[in-house]
């Protein structure tokens, strides 16, 4: 075992400094946890079994652990609600994990289960239980296969979506990755939590075709046309014969995924960025109404980005860069800032993808709408070509035009979380958001947005929102950047989460992806609950996997719930 926390988690030097710059040791140093219902004894057998199956050098306890606590916890600095595992085991093939869920069984160790750990904002890799044994897949990195001809690829969970996209250009693979705002994470850990890109498999759980998964048991289950050992349709057909379950294993704990495949944007003749733009608060409105049946009638066809002043200004400098009074930034300040800077209050940002003349007609369409119901919104559209009818290259796309939008890697909005920070450099960067989906209309999108600004300047914070506009619905992000070293921030914070969530309540809003602090708030003991629990409890009798992910319990754990209930959240 070593104490030693981990070391050249990513090959490339700024992935690997951001990422020890974010885990860097907690103020309070992490005390032993031992999960309950377990001795000292018998975890200290287990942690020596894991050792035997991994190596020691792969096997985490101590200090190591700021690496698998949430690097943003609002409970930093209070012992008794900080969220710790026990220790940390670090596999490198199906072989090791099956052997590490023996001896999770043997000895009724929980295990917490993550890809990269990078789920930021939700707890990122810590535990629902404290104690329990974070399984950390980082190390399971193996880019199995990347297709061209049918525009898929198959990968291992610790793949980040940056290897992804560096092996597709050094092979000169015809392919557009979709891609996160931030391509450090795992290619599968996002896709199970249902995360989002920006191409035209932007839905990356809709973009799943074939799981390989190890349940509790040992047992290897593939879905779908994987299932049959050499299928030419293994990774091109969602079709298959009986149920399809691939859904068990998005957002749950029962079973370990360790392929997935991933349907991609084959590269594109050519490629146009457009951004829609407004200069008045209200005008949000009418945006979402213009914008929201070209999506549904898939004139548009990927995820439209809506960014607010406020979260464009904090990825340009600090708070104490624009406003050096006390508290938040004003409105009024904001609105000065919008004319110094150029900066329209809100813009939405998409991209086409396909043969030039296509594109060309798709803008021309929506720049007609746009000119007879509202002119006084401003449409910009960028097209770019590849050379004598190629294909695009994306390298060769100005940076600002292609950002996220043409499969490349960016990291580019890790510095708003140092937003809140002082001017005396002191502090520590931290965001959390609350992500609700609401239907997509203009009506309810202001309604919501004027809520939540309300919520905001009670707080103190900053009303960074931006959303993510589908077919028929909303995935709207509250964001909060705060210090987490500042008693005021992370007291502030609290409070706001739960506003946004009773206004959510009230609303009959559900949230797309949940904090690990409040994995329980979605649930409410209903039969959605109680069928999902039943299959649990077959599926992983003894509990190890990652009891309490998404409101979830074994029968071995189920008690804990109403302690969580209890204590809104805390930790246990």
Known sequence: MTSTAPKNTY???????????TFSPPNIPIKR?????????????????????????Q?????????????????????????????????????????????????????????????????????????????????????????????YCVVEPGVSWKQLIDYCAEHKKKVWPSTPSLSWGSVTGNTLDRGTGFGTHFNHHQSISGLEVLLADGDVVRTGQFSIDGSPNAFISKFTYGPSIEGLFLQSNLGVVTKLSLWMTPTPPAFMECTLCADEFQHIEPMVDLLGPMRQNGLIPSCVWFMGCWEILSARGKRVDFWEGPGPVPAWRMRELCKEMDLPYWTA????????????????????????????????????SGCNGGLVDNKSIPEMNALLLTGQSSLFSLPTIQWALPKDGSGKGAHGDYAPLIPNSGKLTLEWIKKSYECYEKRGIEPMIDFFMHERHILMVNMFMYD????????????LYHDFHKLSKDRCYGMYRAHVNYMGDNFNNYAYNRFVEKIKDAVDPNGILSPGKSGIWSSRYRHLREAFEAKKGSHL
């Open 59 to 151: 096997v985490f306890v101590g200090g190591a652990l700021s690496h698998y606590i949430d690097p943003f916890d609002i409970w930093d600095d209070d012992e008794s609600k900080r969220k710790v595992p026990g220790a940390a085991v670090v596999p490198a093939s199906v072989e090791e994990v099956r052997a590490i869920l023996h001896v999770a069984n043997q000895f009724n160790i929980p295990l917490w289960t993550f890809s990269r750990g990078k789920n930021l904002g939700y707890g990122g890799p810590a535990p629902r239980i404290n104690g329990s044994v974070a399984l950390d897949l980082r190390r399971m990195n193996r880019i199995l296969e990347v297709n061209d001809e049918f525009s």
């Open 484 to 495: 987490q070293q500042n008693t005021r921030d992370r007291k502030a914070i609290y409070d």
């Open 11 to 21: 090959p490339w030097d700024e992935y690997e400094a951001a990422h020890q710059n």
């Open 33 to 57: 946890a031992i999960p309950p219902g377990v001795t000292e004894e018998a975890f200290d057998q287990a942690i020596e079994a894991l050792a035997a199956v991994v190596g020691k050098d």
């Open 349 to 384: 940002r998409w991209g086409f993808w396909g043969p030039k003349r296509v594109i060309q007609a798709q803008f021309d369409e929506i720049k007609e709408a746009v000119e007879k119901t509202q002119p006084a919104l401003k449409l910009n559209g960028t097209i770019f």
